[in-house]
DNA sequence: ATATTATATCGCAATATTACGATTGTTATT
DNA sequence: AATAACAATCGTAATATTGCGATATAATAT
């Protein structure tokens, strides 16, 4: 017990489940938030911005990274960030064809 | 340690982090894909259709009731499930817009 | 009243996540 | 070569999640 009983669901909720739980900490949003703002790669500086420890973030960007939401390149000292656009894309499709295939029109409970 | 510190993020990150974590599970995207797809109210069916124990698919429905995502109604014995509209809709709103932020214009990494 | 059916809750064990100090690599500077 | 700056990894503690059997609760049926 104690662990996800993955092999019972389907690829296309275990897919949407794992992008969402990349989505699923307020470090990881601020994160997304703070590249996208920038609008080009960013390097190194989260730290000190976001008030978690430098392990913390290293570890948050890590999970992003696996996630494939952002891609990472070395840049002398530091490594710039910056959002994986294909990924990106087929977040906003999955998700998107997932919340929309909701249409509220029956009125029930 | 071990326990989020939302007290450093914003109320926006909190709740979009919170919403995604709702759905950051295979069952309850399993769940909520059900509910969409009999485009009603669905009473009980669940518990045999998911391969879960009933006390395992009841925390998960309890999990999405308090994000707001459902909402249930005592129908004589069982209890009827369906998707709160209101929220659902929040959701895509703000979901929308967080990924909608994301110009994929400059190329940088 | 008793039995039946459906759901919720409790208690527990296994596993996962979050956070951070300390350490280790890696590259650039002196 | 020694130092500095930055990021990744290790190790560990605290907390959360997942799953399920057992039990409790609630409404209907007999």
Redesign the interface.
């Known amino acids: 017990m104690g662990l996800?009983?993955?092999e019972?669901?389907?690829d296309e909720?275990?897919l949407?489940?794992?992008l969402?739980?990349a989505?699923?900490?307020?470090?990881?949003?601020?994160i997304?938030?703070r590249i996208?703002l920038s609008?080009?790669?960013i390097c190194g500086d989260l730290v000190g911005e976001?008030?978690?420890a430098q392990a913390t973030i290293s570890q948050h960007l890590k999970e992003l990274k696996s996630a494939g939401l952002i891609?990472?390149?070395i840049e002398g000292v530091s490594v710039?960030?910056?959002?994986n656009?294909k990924v990106?894309?087929l977040?906003?499709n999955k998700?998107?064809e997932?919340?929309?295939?909701?249409k509220?029109?029956?009125e029930?409970?």
Do not use: D, M, V
Not at 80 to 83: A, G, K, L, S, V
Not at 98 to 102: C, D, E, K, R
């Open positions: 996800t009983r993955t019972i669901f389907t909720q275990n949407l489940a794992s969402f739980k989505l699923a900490h307020p470090a990881r949003i601020a997304l938030q996208i609008n080009t790669c976001l008030g978690l891609q990472g390149t710039c960030y910056c959002i656009p990106w894309k977040l906003e998700l998107g997932f919340l929309g295939s909701y509220g029109t029956t029930c409970c």
